[in-house]
């Protein structure tokens, strides 16, 4: 994430993080949406790459794929399982 973010990359949590691969953007978009219930290391790390307090709060799914986050997604499990 961090090469990303120092090859010049932007963040944009209101858009969904677009920008991203689906997976690290959803990831990402989890991180913005647990703000609140996160260790103040993980929310230095997360400013660092520019995804202040107010940036996870206006943070968005990506419209491509509408999934809200992998870890708060409903079913995540049983379609994982039904891949297998």
Known sequence: MRD???AG???HPRNGFVELDDEIGQWLYAQCATYA???EQQ???LAEL???ESAAAAARPNP???HPSLVNRSGF???LIRCV
């Open 50 to 52: 520019g995804v202040t």
């Open 77 to 79: 499990g049983r379609d």
């Open 64 to 66: 491509a794929t509408k």
């Open 9 to 11: 990359t932007v963040l």
């Open 4 to 6: 990303l973010v120092g």
């Open 43 to 45: 929310r230095q790390q």
């Open 37 to 39: 219930d996160l260790a």
